[in-house]
């Protein structure tokens, strides 16, 4: 999608919480790991924030001064 729109993967940020999610966390310029996630991932992410039940994605966009 970033290379369809225009911009390097480097410039986005990915969301996730299972195995499954694993190369993209990897492959994004942040990635993140909500507070919910398996340990595997979380050791692989750049950044763990809460669980989605607890504002993850808005506590991580406030903490990277996206919002």
Do not use: C, P, W
């Not at 480097?10 to 499954?20: C, H, K, V, W």
């Amino acid at each position: 999608m970033a290379r369809h729109e225009g911009f390097d993967v480097s410039r986005t940020m990915a969301f996730g919480d299972g195995g499954n999610d694993t190369s993209m966390i990897l492959q994004a310029g942040v990635g993140v790991a909500m507070g919910n996630a398996i340990d595997a991932l979380k050791q692989q992410a750049d950044y763990v924030t809460t669980s989605v039940d607890d504002d993850g994605i808005l506590n991580t966009l406030q903490h990277f001064n996206v919002i």
